[in-house]
């Protein structure tokens, strides 16, 4: 089945800095791709999605990008803040069939953001 | 539109017991699906429900069922709890490719 690989675990970085979280999937046929954002207590947040037939997409200070040949997508967060401190998570998804409803998440990343 | 709710949001089972969990998806939204959080295992897909049907399952023991109700609110439960059932069990609610999360229902399994 697929595998989803986010790197990496944890990110430390200066406010007004920017930050990269980078994924890796395995199964060619997977065309959705979305991002989220979980802080303590809560359920996962989607934040930006991207599908197969776009290369990137931004919205604000958050931009993903994909790579199909490589199979890998990236969040990128520009000018982060404290309030961006959180744990993001990649998740891929194919269409229909047997993956009805079906995300497959990378481990997580653990951003901190430092005022 | 109001966002996706489960309750409760807390539970304290012991081992042996069952447990019933429940999710209000978003008005509209006749797809809904369950994924089990824990800090080793990350966030595993359970199941989804689309009107009244079960579409797609997880690797999980048949312990775990569901179902999904005429007006998409969708049950989850889980028998003879063992203590590695303790996590954060939560449901999202999509109309399409999108999901968008509930709180979740914190289990802990004593």
């Known amino acids: 089945g697929e595998n989803v690989e986010q790197h990496p675990s944890t990110l430390s970085v200066q406010e007004g800095d920017s930050a990269v979280i980078k994924c890796t999937y395995s199964d060619s046929a997977s065309n959705y791709f979305p991002w989220y954002k979980q802080e303590l207590g809560k359920g996962p947040q989607l934040i930006i999605d991207?599908?197969?037939?776009?290369g990137e997409k931004k919205d604000q200070r958050i931009a993903v990008t994909l790579n199909k040949t490589a199979k890998h997508f990236s969040l990128h967060i520009t000018e982060t803040q404290p309030e961006d401190s959180a744990v993001y998570f990649c998740a891929a998804k194919k269409a229909g069939g047997t993956s009805y409803g079906k995300l497959t998440f990378g481990q997580g990343t653990i951003l901190t953001v430092h005022p | 539109k109001a966002g996706v709710t489960q309750t409760p949001r807390y539970l304290i089972k012991t081992r042996g017991q069952q447990v019933t969990l429940s999710c209000s998806p978003i008005?509209?939204?006749?797809?809904v699906s369950w994924y089990q959080q824990t800090p080793g295992q990350g966030l595993q897909f359970l199941f989804e429900y689309f009107s009244e049907t079960q579409r797609n399952k997880g690797n999980f023991p048949g312990r775990f069922s569901g179902r999904q109700f005429s007006n998409s609110r969708s049950e989850m439960n889980v028998s003879t709890l063992e203590l590695g059932d303790s996590a954060l069990y939560l449901c999202?609610?999509?109309?399409?490719?999108?999901?968008?999360f509930g709180p979740g229902t914190r289990l802990t399994v004593l």
């Open positions: 008005s509209g939204h006749r797809s």
């Open positions: 991207i599908r197969s037939n776009v």
């Open positions: 999202a609610s999509s109309d399409r490719d999108e999901q968008f």
